[in-house]
C-alpha cells in the first residue's frame, strides 16, 4: 500500500510541471467524522474540458518519455477503495484544483506517512514556486507557508542541506503535537 505523502509528491510534481507559482496542500484529517480530506492546488497551466475528461485513465498523460502517466489515476483509486471520492477541477490557464476523500477508518486506507520528508524533497529542488501546506487533526491546525519561511531565512536558500532538513523534522513535530 501507497502511503499517501507519495501520491502527494507525485500531484505536486504535477503541478510544478504545469509552471505553478503557488501550490496549496491540504490534509484534513476529520477523525471524529471518520472523514479524510486531501487537497492539492495549483495556479499553473490547468487543463481543458476535452483533456480533463480522460485525464483519469492511466494512459493519458503528456509526457514525452513514456505514454501511460499514473499520478491521478493511482490516487483516484486509493480514494475510491476506501468508498471515498475523487475530483479534478481545472481550467486553462487558471489553474487545477484536486480533491481526494477517504474513509478515515477503511481497512484499506492507506497511512499518510512522512509529510516533513514529502515536502522537504519538494524544497529541496531548485525550482521557483511557493507552497502552503495546512494539515488540519479535528479541530488543530498547523500550517507551513514557504514565503514565511524565506522571509524568516533572509538571506540563506531554502534548499540549504540544513534548512531542507530543519524544516522536515519542525514540519514532522508540529504534525505530531497536533494528534495530542
Ligand atoms: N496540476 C496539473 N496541471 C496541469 N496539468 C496536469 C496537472 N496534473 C496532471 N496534469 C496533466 O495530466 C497528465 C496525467 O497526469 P498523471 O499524474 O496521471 O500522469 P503523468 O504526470 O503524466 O505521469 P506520472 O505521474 O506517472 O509520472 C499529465 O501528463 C499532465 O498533462
Ligand atoms: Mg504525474
Excluded at 479524510?36 to 481543458?48: A, Y
Excluded at 480522460?54 to 493519458?60: A, G, K
Excluded at 499518510?112 to 514556486?129: C, D, H, P, W
Amino acid at each position: 500500500m501507497k502511503e499517501l505523502s507519495l501520491h502527494i509528491l507525485d500531484l505536486v510534481e504535477n503541478s510544478i510541471r504545469a509552471k505553478a507559482k503557488l501550490i496549496n496542500i491540504f490534509i484534513n484529517e476529520d477523525i471524529m467524522n471518520n472523514f479524510l480530506e486531501i487537497i492539492i492546488e495549483d495556479d499553473g497551466n490547468g487543463m481543458d474540458e476535452e483533456f480533463l475528461s480522460i485525464v483519469d485513465n492511466p494512459f493519458t498523460t503528456t509526457r514525452k518519455t513514456r505514454n501511460v502517466g499514473l499520478g491521478l489515476p493511482l490516487l483516484k483509486a486509493a480514494a475510491i477503495r476506501t468508498d471515498g471520492d475523487f475530483q479534478i477541477i481545472s481550467e486553462k490557464e487558471k489553474g487545477t484544483k484536486i480533491v481526494a476523500t477517504f474513509k478515515y477508518d477503511h481497512i484499506d486506507r492507506a497511512p499518510i506517512g512522512n509529510m516533513g520528508s514529502t515536502i522537504a524533497t519538494l524544497l529541496s529542488r531548485v525550482e521557483k514556486f511557493d507552497l502552503v501546506y495546512i494539515h488540519q487533526i479535528n479541530n488543530k491546525r498547523f500550517t507551513f507557508s514557504t514565503t514565511e519561511v524565506k522571509e524568516f531565512l533572509g538571506e540563506v536558500s531554502l534548499n540549504t542541506p540544513e534548512v531542507v532538513l530543519w524544516i522536515q523534522d519542525y514540519i514532522n513535530d508540529n504534525i505530531s503535537t497536533l494528534c495530542k
